[in-house]
Nanobody, 124 residues
Framework: QVQLVESGGGLVQAGGSLRLSCAAS????????MGWFRQAPGKEREFVAG????????YYADSVKGRFTISRDNDKNSVDLQMNSLKPEDTAVYYC?????????????????WGQGTQVTVSS
């Protein structure tokens, strides 16, 4: 069992930055590939970024590539999402998710555990 708790969301102006963090419980964090997803009102949950369980490989949606950076610290059981150059269209609830495999995938229903989400609002 893995419990995930996100933090770091908030309100920011367009062009600003936020750093989201996801804290994981348990001793087996390093067995899980991690993903960040987001869901805007009236839209489906979409993949944002993912990181392999070693941290050696990262993956990004085209919409955030070059602006967002995912990282993890297996000693601290955490995964972060640094978000720069934010746009109003980045507004959503952001979730972290864990999948017990080597690399992440972009399909939400293939993840085993989810956090409760954190709201990110980007004003224009």
């Amino acid at each position: 069992q893995v419990q995930l708790v996100e933090s770091g969301g908030g309100l920011v102006q367009a062009g600003g930055s936020l750093r989201l963090s996801c804290a994981a419980s348990g001793r087996t964090f390093s067995r899980y590939a991690m993903g960040w997803f987001r869901q805007a009102p009236g839209k489906e949950r979409e993949f944002v970024a993912g990181i392999s369980r070693s941290g050696g490989s990262t993956y990004y949606a085209d919409s955030v590539k070059g602006r967002f950076t995912i990282s993890r610290d297996n000693d601290k059981n955490s995964v972060d999402l640094q978000m720069n150059s934010l746009k109003p269209e980045d507004t959503a609830v952001y979730y972290c998710a864990a999948r017990q495999t080597i690399v992440p995938v972009t399909t939400p229903d293939r993840y085993d555990y989810w956090g409760q989400g954190t709201q990110v609002t980007v004003s224009s």
